[in-house]
Structures are given as C-alpha cells and as structure tokens.
C-alpha cells in the first residue's frame, strides 16, 4: 500500500484510536490484536508476523542441521576404522553430498537469515518487518526445497557428485537418472528464499528504523546482516545462474560445461566459486555480528571502535568476492593470475583482525560477567585463530597444490565454518533465547554442553590436519590399514561422538528451560540494544509506542532531559508503521501494512510444483509459470477495504499539500 505523508493531521480511519494515549496497557493489547496472525492451524499456514515466520525459520533450519549431523555422525563410523562395510561406495556418495548440501545450503546461510528475520525489525525499534507476506513465501519456498532433496534421498535418488556438484561429473555423461537435477533445483529453492530475505533486510534496515536510529547508531550486528544482505544479491545470481544452465545440459541437452562442443567445465567452477566463497563470508560475517551483539554485553561497556568495526565488516564483505580461484589453485589458471588471489586471500585477514583488536580491547577494559554466551565468545578466538592461520597457509599455491583435496581442506573449512559461525550461533541462541522464549536456560547445563562441543570439535577436527598432511584424501569410503590412517580417524570418530552429545544436551536444555526455566524478564543481561527494551517474549506489535534513540546503547544511555523518548500518532487498530529516512532516521511516511493471508503459501506451494516439474519435463516451465500467475494474481489483487485505504490517503494527500500551500 503506497504511503502516506507523516502531518499534524491523523490518517483518516472510522473509530480510529491512536497510540500515545493514557491506558497504555490497554492500547498494547488493541495493538497486539491488530496485529496477531489468526489462531489454529489455519492462521500458521497464514501467518506473516516476522517473529512467527523468524521461529518457524530458525527451528526448520535447526531441523536441518540435525539430520545433516547424523549424516556426519554415519561417515565418522564409516572411517572409524580401514576396510569397513557399513556404507557401500554409491550411499557413501549420496551421504557426503547430502551433509555438504545440507549444511552449506539448508543450514548455515538460512539459519543466519532466520534469526534476522527475527531480530533485525526489534533491534531496529519497528513494529514489523518490511514485506511480510514475502517473507512468509520465502519460508515455505525454503521448506519445500528441503523436503524435496530429503524426500528423494530417502528413496536412493539423493545427489551423488558433491555439495560443488562439479561438472562433467555432474553432467549428462556420468551423472545418470535425477539426482544431480533434483541438487541443481534444491539450489533454485534456496536461492530464491535467500535473495528475498536479503531485499527483506535491507529494505527494514533502511526505511523501518526508529527515529535518531541514523547509520552511526545501528547495532553492529544489524550493520552485520545488512552488509551479508548486499552480499547475496551479488553472489546468489551467479550460483543460481550455474544450476541452470547445469539444469539444461541434463534436460535439453545445452553444452554450456561440455567441452566437447564447445563449452567449458571451469566455466561451472568459476561462476560457483563466485558465489561459494562468499558463501564462507554469508556464513561467517553473521558470526562476526553476533560476537558484536554479546561482547558489550557481558563486557559490561560499549562497544570499543565502532566505526572501525563498521568499515571492517565492509571491507570484508567486499573483499570476499575477489577471493574466488583460491579454490581453483589445482586448476590450469594462469600463475600470475593466482598470485592476486593469493594476495587478496591474506588481505581479507586484515578486517578481522581489526574486528579481533576491537572485541578484545572491549574485554579487556570491561568487568567480565562469566556466562554461558561469554564462554562460545572466547572459544571463538581460539578456533578462529587455527581456521585462520591454516587458511593463510592454503592462500599459498604451492602448499594447496600438496594438500588439495585433502582432509586438511576438511579441517580448515570446518575450523572456518564450525568455529567462526556455529560456536557464535551457539552463544547467540543462548544468548537470545530468554527473548525468543520467555524464560532462562539453565547455566549449569549450558557450561556442561559447551565444554563437551569444544573438546569434541577440537579432538574430531584437529586430527584431520595431520590425516591431510599424510595424504589422506577427502570423499572417499574407506582405506587399507596399510595407510596408517586408521587410529587418527578413531580419534576423530570419537570427538564427533563428542560433539554431538554437546549439541544433544543443548537441545534437552533448551526444551526443559522453556517450560521450567527461571523467568526472563525484558532484558536479564543488562543489555544496551532495542530488543531488550521489549517483553520477553515480544509483543505481536513489538513496541506498543515507536521509540526515539538517542545513542548507539539506546538502554544504557537513556533519553536526554527535554528530549521525546517515543512517537506517537500511529493507529493501533490497523496495521500502521512508521518509514524512516535512509541516512538520519526522521520520520517520513506512514505505511499501511496488509492483514494476514493464505496467499503466500499457495504461492510458494504453486512455484514448488513448477520447480519440481521442471526437473522432469521442460513443459513446466511452461503451464508452471501459469499455474504461479494465479496465486500472485489473486496476491495483488486489490480489496475493497485496502481501496478505501488508497482513497483516504490521496484525501490525506490533498489536504496537507493545501495546508502547506
């Protein structure tokens, strides 16, 4: 609905009340009404407020990373010991490709957008987040696209030629029946799903703050998830683009990675590198939002150089994409060609070690409160530093040229991955969980789930270095005891047994707290930042009055005397919020916000059926594109009471452009 101009006058509404009156309690609870999705099963498949779509997300994601855990778990057993036949060599296939995928496309990047789904529209003091109904498609294009790879899995269809899915392995010639097509279209699923969330962000972060929210002020983390949201509508296009045309060469027989006639195999490397080494940053950056979420918090202090962690994030964001034929080092490349990206491969180690610098200056000068979020903090810092010095090391060309495709590649991603983004997310789940919930986790547990995942991780992976040193290959089913690798790989096996007992007694925590927990409160770490200033768990409007902000640590510094600490004239008997401008956050507009609806599931449901046709036929796309024009028209189509709206607002507009003549 197009907005209206923000003016002494009220937008004008039948019986409207509007916020800021005496009785706040009672405006709170129009305002949650207003804006609560309906009950029952009906109102979860309508649903678009970011919170419950941010927690369907997040537990969907979580889902995700369990099931792409047991297939972990499955190949550590595989390894345990040379020779052994518990996986044949084509399941073993389908099991590392389906971890890979998982965890890289249906966990790591996802789970990251789902939480800023959540908290994005909260720290930024809105009452919601902009394009609901879109977001809500988002989801179901997500689930749908997990379901389908998991659901040809199950009957010995699922992809065999890695998460890279490289060609001509993964081409007509050797990848035979659908399992590479159904990877190519899980990728079209999530791609989707991210490039949305993306416009999603940046468009609350830019026009959805609260007024004196201006750029300087925004929370790290929000600066964090805003610079990943740039990020994928760069990289995602470029993946996307490769699952295509990878798509056409299985079903009508293109040759875009065929040499043969004329295409080119690394053509598919360059454009999924393109995107896959950012991916590393989609999933890391995150991270690095998190540690600036919690540090000030259990440092007790602000945040030391913001704005050099600002610039930071940036510059890693930028320098990500000129990272990419650092995968390639193997490859025919030009040398001088790898040099550059040797180069970039050690410069983008500068950002984060400023951002490093920052957060421990922060520590330092602090009073330190030891929760259980403080201690995956620290943990950060130890992993981090390992993932990032083997990292410089594989930025060398001769030393990647030894030990590519090795399980030293292995250890490094998952020191990278694991440890600059999975520890952080623990320690953010912990650390947000009394907000999502309602309630406190317990510490004991906590402590004891923390240290049985960092000896795990650490005992599962280090050894993988050394087995990569010694030749030990990656993705393959077994080994001769001849090797040598066999008791480096028990140890292995038994950290990962480890590790997953860590993340088993995190998941009993958190399903005890929420029912026996101690209560939270709105903010039980003191901390500084908007979401806080809200219930535990929010209200379905988020902030019964819109807040002024006045600092970076707008609950640490307060409102100055004189100055308003809210804004008030917003309707609380429709969905109304206020638009911001990009760079100082004035107040700029009003915007009505659309009622939920079932619109953005048969959506989602209807592009699903086209997507998944298309793997088998290309008349999908065809009578698919047909069959999606009738969910999104009925989507757009205008009702009669959102046309009463557009009228009232063009009368709204007349009258203060007369006043103001």
């Not at 706040?24 to 207003?34: N, P, S, W, Y």
């Not at 945040?303 to 600002?310: C, D, E, K, P, S």
Request: net charge neutral.
């Amino acid at each position: 609905m197009r907005p209206g101009p923000l003016g002494e006058k009220p937008h004008p509404h039948k019986g409207r009340m509007k916020d800021g009156l005496d009785g706040g309690e009672l405006v709170a609870r129009v305002l949650d009404a207003t804006w609560a999705d309906p009950p029952g099963l009906w109102g979860w498949i309508c649903a678009i407020n970011h919170k419950a779509i941010g927690k369907r997300f997040l537990v969907t994601c979580l889902a995700f990373f369990a099931l792409g855990g047991l297939l972990a778990a499955t190949m550590r057993m595989q390894l345990a010991r040379p020779g052994n036949t518990l996986l044949g060599p084509d399941l073993y296939n389908q099991i590392f490709t389906m971890h890979g995928s998982t965890m890289m496309f249906l966990f790591a990047v996802p789970v990251m957008q789902a939480l800023a789904i959540y908290l994005v529209p909260l720290m930024v003091g809105a009452r919601a987040i902009a394009f609901p109904r879109m977001t809500a498609y988002s989801y179901w294009i997500f689930l749908f696209g997990g379901v389908m790879l998991y659901a040809a899995f199950f009957v010995n269809s699922g992809p065999d030629a890695g998460w890279f899915s490289y060609p001509p392995l993964a081409g007509p010639a050797y990848g035979a029946g659908k399992r590479n097509d159904i990877w190519a279209q899980m990728i079209t699923f999530t791609e989707v799903s991210a490039l949305l969330d993306a416009v999603i962000v940046i468009a609350t972060v830019f026009k959805l703050r609260a007024p004196g929210m201006t750029l300087n002020r925004i929370p790290l983390y929000v600066w964090a998830m805003l610079v990943v949201a740039f990020m994928i509508l760069f990289a995602m296009p470029a993946v996307a683009l490769a699952s295509a045309m990878l798509i056409m060469d299985r079903l009508v027989a293109t040759h875009f990675f065929n040499p043969g006639e004329g295409g080119d195999a690394l053509l598919w490397q360059h454009l999924f590198w393109f995107f896959g080494h950012p991916e590393v940053y989609l999933i890391f950056i995150p991270g690095l939002g998190f540690m600036s979420a919690m540090i000030p918090t259990f440092a007790r202090r602000p945040m030391f150089g913001y704005t050099a962690m600002v610039l930071s994030i940036i510059a890693t964001g930028f320098l990500s994409f000129g990272l990419w034929v650092h995968h390639m080092f193997a490859t025919n490349v030009p040398e001088l060609g790898k040099t550059f990206f040797t180069a970039a491969s050690m410069l983008i180690a500068i950002p984060t070690a400023v951002q490093i610098y920052c957060w421990i200056a922060t520590l330092w000068t602090g009073r330190l409160n030891f929760k259980v979020p403080l201690y995956y903090v620290l943990s950060f810092f130890a992993i981090l530093i390992i993932g990032g010095m083997t990292g410089l090391m594989l930025a060398s060309v001769s030393l990647d040229s030894q030990v590519h495709d090795s399980y030293f590649v292995v250890a490094h991603l998952h020191y990278v991955l694991l440890g600059g983004a999975v520890f952080p997310l623990f320690g953010a789940l912990y650390y947000w969980y009394p907000k999502f919930v309602g309630r406190m986790m317990s510490e004991r547990l906590g402590r004891w789930s923390f240290w049985l995942m960092f000896a795990g991780f650490n005992v599962a992976f280090f050894p993988m270095h050394v087995l990569g040193i010694h030749g030990m290959p990656r993705r393959v089913y077994t080994y001769p005891a001849e090797m040598g690798w066999g008791p480096l790989n028990l140890v292995a096996t038994v950290g990962a047994v480890t590790l997953a007992l860590g993340i088993l007694l995190t998941l009993v925590n958190a399903v005890r707290s929420a029912r026996h927990g101690a209560l939270a409160g709105p903010d039980p770490w003191g901390a500084g930042t908007l979401e806080w200033a809200t219930e535990s768990p929010p209200r379905m409007c988020n902030f019964p009055v819109t807040p002024v902000v006045h600092g970076r640590d707008p609950l640490w510094q307060g409102v100055p005397e004189g100055q308003p600490d809210h804004v008030a004239g917003l309707a609380v008997d429709v969905r109304e919020v206020l638009c911001t401008t990009v760079a100082d956050a004035h107040p700029d507009s009003r915007m009505m916000f659309p009622a939920s609806t079932p619109m953005p599931f048969l959506a989602a449901l209807a592009t699903a059926i086209f997507f998944v046709g298309s793997i088998f036929t290309p008349w999908a796309v065809v009578w698919g594109m047909v069959l999606v024009a009738v969910p999104l028209v009925w989507w757009f189509w205008p009702t009669e009471e959102e046309s009463q709206e557009e009228l009232a607002l063009e009368k709204l507009d007349a009258s203060v452009a007369a006043e103001k003549a």
